[in-house]
């Protein structure tokens, strides 16, 4: 069946460390994963994304890992600052008719003074 | 910003009312997806419009409905409102390359 998941619902982190947040995907028929970032009364912002055919993607202050072996997706942001607390969503398309995004509960990110 | 604006932001309805609302984007683009959030969850996929028509649908009864209009803007309607359909709702577009932006959401209600 089609399903995101992640490992943790809460994250807490101290600020200027590196946070890594973790998610599971169960369809191996996705073509494409995507970060979210959604801060409260706002919608889902994205962060960056990455294709199946790739492992490792970076960004400003942030990397994607994907391991298609197990089917897991991470999200890393270095120097993690007080303005990245948010909810954290992963996400998984599969290119068909609808390109539907399939979400996964989320992960909120507690930043630590 | 994304340039991605919904209407109303907040709304409150009764249980057996209808509402209507709208999406809009500085650089329209033909395709349009709603999805509803229920607080403390992802959000939900409720379907998707490409040049004016449905183009394809999550698990969600036929009182929710749709249009998209030739400017690329776009309603999401729901009939027989229930209190379950409490949630945000999100409609996205895409912007650039294949990656679908979206906008700020509203808030609906149902007492």
């Known amino acids: 069946g089609e399903s995101v998941g992640l490992h943790l619902p809460t994250l807490s982190v101290q600020e200027g460390d590196n946070s890594i947040i973790n998610c599971a995907y169960s369809?191996?028929?996705?073509?494409?994963f995507i970060w979210y970032k959604q801060e409260s009364g706002k919608g889902p912002q994205f962060i960056i994304d990455?294709?199946?055919?790739?492992d490792k993607r970076q960004g400003q202050r942030v990397t994607v890992l994907l391991n298609k072996t197990v089917k897991h997706l991470s999200l890393q942001i270095a120097a993690t600052q007080p303005g990245d607390s948010a909810v954290y969503f992963c996400?998984?398309?599969?290119?068909?008719?609808?390109?539907?995004?399939?979400f996964g509960k989320g992960t909120r990110l507690h930043i630590l003074p | 910003e994304t340039g991605v604006t919904q209407s109303p932001t907040h709304l409150i309805k009764t249980r057996g009312q209808q509402v209507t609302l709208r999406c809009s984007s500085q650089?329209?683009?033909?395709?349009v997806s709603w999805y509803q959030q229920a607080l403390g969850q992802g959000p939900q996929f409720i379907f998707q419009?490409?040049?004016?028509?449905?183009?394809g649908r999550g698990n969600f009864p036929p009182r929710f409905s749709g249009l998209q209009f030739p400017n690329y803007s776009s309603e999401l309607n729901v009939n027989a409102l229930e209190l379950d359909d409490s949630a945000l709702y999100l409609c996205a577009t895409i912007l650039d390359r294949d990656t679908q932006y979206f906008g700020p959401g509203t808030r609906l209600t149902v007492l």
């Open positions: 369809n191996s028929a996705s073509d494409y």
């Open positions: 990455i294709r199946s055919n790739m």
């Open positions: 650089s329209g683009h033909n395709t």
């Open positions: 996400a998984e398309i599969v290119m068909n008719r609808d390109d539907k995004i399939i």
């Open positions: 419009y490409y040049r004016e028509e449905e183009n």
